[in-house]
């Protein structure tokens, strides 16, 4: 899912921008908008491009799969098999790791 990723890797850019072009709108048609209503607004058009990218996937991923005339799409590694997840997704590079923890201090006496 290419185009969600990105949107979601820059969701903050994109709300950013989203609340400039609001108030560059309200400075053309020279209205100010109150903090309740950008808010708003602001995050309704996050929302839709974030929702409208997550259907442009899903389909895309629903075309190909019924095109595709290889159904089996399994990449594993390390003993785990990532189900049509491609090699190079972000959730196929998980890493978990520990942090060490100190040993612990012997109690004042």
Same mark, same amino acid.
């Given at each position: 899912? *290419?185009?969600?990723?990105?949107?979601?890797? &820059? @969701? +903050?850019?994109?709300?950013?921008?989203?609340? *400039?072009? @609001?108030?560059?709108?309200? @400075?053309?048609?020279?209205?100010?908008?109150?903090? !309740?209503?950008? =808010?708003?607004?602001?995050?309704? =058009?996050?929302? +839709?491009? =974030?929702?409208?990218?997550?259907? !442009?996937?899903?389909?895309?991923?629903?075309?190909?799969? *019924?095109?595709? %005339? &290889? %159904?089996? &799409?399994?990449?594993?590694?390390?003993? +785990?098999?990532?189900?049509?997840?491609?090699?190079?997704?972000?959730?196929? #590079?998980?890493?978990?790791? @520990? %942090?060490? #923890?100190?040993?612990?201090?012997?109690?004042?006496?």
């Amino acid at each position: 899912m *290419a185009i969600s990723d990105a949107v979601v890797g &820059n @969701l +903050i850019t994109i709300y950013v921008a989203v609340i *400039a072009a @609001l108030e560059a709108y309200g @400075l053309v048609i020279r209205r100010s908008f109150t903090g !309740w209503f950008v =808010l708003v607004a602001s995050t309704a =058009l996050v929302g +839709i491009v =974030l929702i409208g990218s997550l259907a !442009w996937d899903v389909s895309r991923k629903a075309i190909m799969y *019924a095109v595709s %005339r &290889n %159904r089996v &799409n399994e990449v594993c590694r390390g003993g +785990i098999c990532w189900h049509g997840v491609a090699v190079k997704s972000p959730a196929s #590079q998980v890493r978990f790791r @520990l %942090r060490e #923890q100190p040993p612990f201090a012997l109690a004042r006496t």
